[in-house]
C-alpha cells in the first residue's frame, strides 16, 4: 500500500486532519469489494449529483438505501427460491450486494428512484447559513465605521 504524507498540508489547513484516514479506509474498500453493481456518479449542478446503478432484476423491495455517519449504504437481496429454474447459460447477476460511498459534510440524499433497472440516487450539498462566507465588521476606536457601512455604537 503507498502512503502519502499530508503534513505539509497541516500546516496551513484546519480540521482536514481525517483525509489521511478516509483515503487508507477508501482505498482498502476497493481492494476488497468487486465490480458488482456496475454505477456512475454524476455531477448535475455545483450543489446537485447522482449515483446511478444498474440494479437489474431487483425490485424497491429488494434495495435498501441507508445512511448513517455520512456513509451512503446501498445494498440489494433477493429471497427468491429458484428451484425450478435450470440454465442453459445465466449472465444476469442476481446476487446480494452492498456497495458505500463516502459523503462529505452537508451532503445529503434528496430522492431515489428504480427506472429501467437502473436505480437512481439524487443528492444535495446544503451547506448551513451560519457555515456560508460572511463579512465580518472591523470597528477602531478612532474611526467609528464598519466595513458593512454599519456605525459603531
Known sequence: ????????????TIGFDRIQRMLDAAQTIEEST????PYNIEVLEDS???ITMAVA???????DITVKENTLFVSGR???????????????AGRS??????LADHIRINGARLENGLLHIELLREVPEELKP????ISGAS?????EGKKAA
Open 78 to 92: 433477493q429471497d427468491k427460491p429458484e428451484n425450478d429454474v435450470k440454465y442453459l447459460h445465466r449472465g444476469i
Open 134 to 137: 460572511r463579512k465580518i465588521a
Open 97 to 102: 450486494f452492498e456497495r458505500r460511498f463516502q
Open 143 to 147: 474611526s467609528g465605521k464598519a466595513i
Open 34 to 37: 468487486n465490480a458488482y453493481p
Open 57 to 63: 432484476g431487483f425490485s424497491e423491495d429488494d434495495l
Open 1 to 12: 500500500m503507498r502512503t502519502i504524507d499530508f503534513s505539509p498540508l497541516f500546516r496551513s
Open 48 to 50: 446537485a449529483y447522482r
